[in-house]
């Protein structure tokens, strides 16, 4: 069904049970493959971390330390390779091996629909942080510039 699937990684809840689905879509496209390969054609797992600034509090994020949110951009590059080696070992633990890692900086939602496109991938598949309705009408949500944009399918996951 998916060959390559892309997984936005921030940390929150939801995007490790994005990461999940993304492991179980891949690996049911494993047992339904009956070619003599076997499991080589399997799919890709892309999985993608854009480090912003944080506007808030701290955030405490998939076994990472609180992240302050004047932190230095070396400080945020550092616990984003945290965040993507920690995704790495739970896609790992779900049956999908040699993730590919991506580092991208910028608007979390342009960057996203950007690698969407550079990688090929037949899906996006990623978490929704929910935001006040205020904020949301006036900024937008990632998980809704990707979805409306996006020239492949989007699965979000709530």
């Given amino acids: 069904m998916f060959t390559k699937i892309l ?19 891949l690996n049911a ?10 499991n080589a054609s399997a799919g890709q797992l892309v ?19 609180a992240i302050a949110a004047g932190a230095a951009l070396d400080e945020r590059e ?3 390779r945290e965040i993507l080696d920690n ?15 991506l580092l991208r900086h910028g608007s979390p939602g342009q960057v996203i629909l ?10 996006i598949v990623m978490g929704h942080r929910g935001m006040g309705k205020f904020k949301a009408l006036i900024e937008g949500s990632v998980s809704r510039k990707v979805s409306h944009h996006a020239r492949c399918r989007v699965v979000t996951v709530h």
């Fill in 7 to 25: 997984v936005p990684v921030d940390g929150s809840c939801y995007s490790r049970e994005a990461l999940k689905v993304a492991c179980t879509l």
């Fill in 29 to 38: 496209n494993r047992s339904d493959d009956t070619s003599p390969a076997g």
């Fill in 47 to 65: 999985l993608l971390h854009v480090p912003e600034e944080l506007g808030s509090e701290p955030a405490f994020v998939w076994g990472v330390s």
């Fill in 78 to 80: 550092a616990i984003g």
């Fill in 87 to 101: 995704a790495g070992r739970d896609a790992l633990s779900l049956m999908v091996p040699n993730p590919m890692i």
């Fill in 114 to 123: 950007d690698a969407a496109r550079e990688h090929g991938v037949d899906a």
